[in-house]
């Protein structure tokens, strides 16, 4: 059975694919020779997608999300000081989140989110 090994072959089957949806649409007879190839490139590469990038599901990722406190106790590098007051928080209410006596909520907690999703954005640009 014919499957896809290698990156550079799921580049090509997955070009493949856009151009063969230039010409096939909903009026394309079930026999042409573009449907056909297009229903068997898609399943090669859905079969390549399912092995090298799994679905994870949504209680799956909830299990690998982590607490505000457990981000920083498992990042001791982050200053919550110093994030606090980059975001606009109160340093003293951002260290009650972080010991956990407190849990953010309302504003705060979307303040936070996007502070965190900007780090991540910035972390993602860094080259080396």
């Known amino acids: 059975m014919a499957q896809i090994k290698t990156e550079e072959q799921y580049r090509a089957a997955c070009e493949r694919i856009n151009e063969l949806l230039k010409v096939v649409n909903n009026e394309t007879p079930a026999g042409d020779k573009n449907l056909l190839e297009l229903d068997m490139i898609s399943d090669l590469v859905a079969d390549y997608e399912e092995l090298h990038f799994p679905v ?42 972080k010991a956990g006596i407190s849990v953010p909520e309302g504003r705060n907690r979307e303040i936070i989110r ?3 999703e900007s780090i991540s954005e910035r972390l993602r640009k860094v080259y080396l």
């Open 56 to 97: 994870v599901s949504k209680e799956e990722m909830e299990q690998e999300r982590m607490s505000f406190k457990e981000l920083f106790g498992e990042c001791p590098f982050l200053n919550v000081s110093a994030f606090a007051e980059w975001v606009g928080i109160n340093p003293s209410l951002m260290r009650r989140y």
């Open 114 to 116: 996007k502070g965190l």
